[in-house]
């Protein structure tokens, strides 16, 4: 028999409060940086986003995306 098998799975532990709190709050800076480069990008003239190379229906697409994605 292999005796393998008969080994328990040490316990899964919950993160604690604090690992949540750090992670809820990277989270929520990260939606704030999408909204800021969003809102300047929606901003930029035909002539800039050529320079950077975005076309118009490139930033319609970015532009139409919800602020968590």
Same mark, same amino acid.
């Given at each position: 028999?292999?005796?393998? *098998?008969? #080994?328990?799975?040490?316990? =899964?532990? !919950?993160?604690? *409060? $604090?690992?949540?709190? =750090? +992670?809820?709050? /990277? /989270?929520?800076?990260?939606c704030? %940086? !999408? #909204?800021? =480069?969003?809102?300047?990008? /929606?901003?930029?003239? %035909?002539?800039?986003?050529?320079d950077?190379?975005?076309?118009h229906?490139?930033? $319609? #697409? %970015?532009?139409?995306?919800?602020? +968590?994605r």
């Amino acid at each position: 028999m292999n005796r393998l *098998l008969d #080994v328990p799975l040490p316990p =899964t532990r !919950k993160p604690s *409060l $604090l690992k949540r709190m =750090t +992670w809820l709050i /990277a /989270a929520i800076g990260q939606c704030m %940086e !999408k #909204v800021r =480069t969003r809102r300047l990008l /929606a901003q930029l003239n %035909e002539q800039q986003l050529s320079d950077i190379g975005i076309s118009h229906s490139d930033r $319609l #697409v %970015e532009l139409d995306k919800p602020f +968590w994605r």
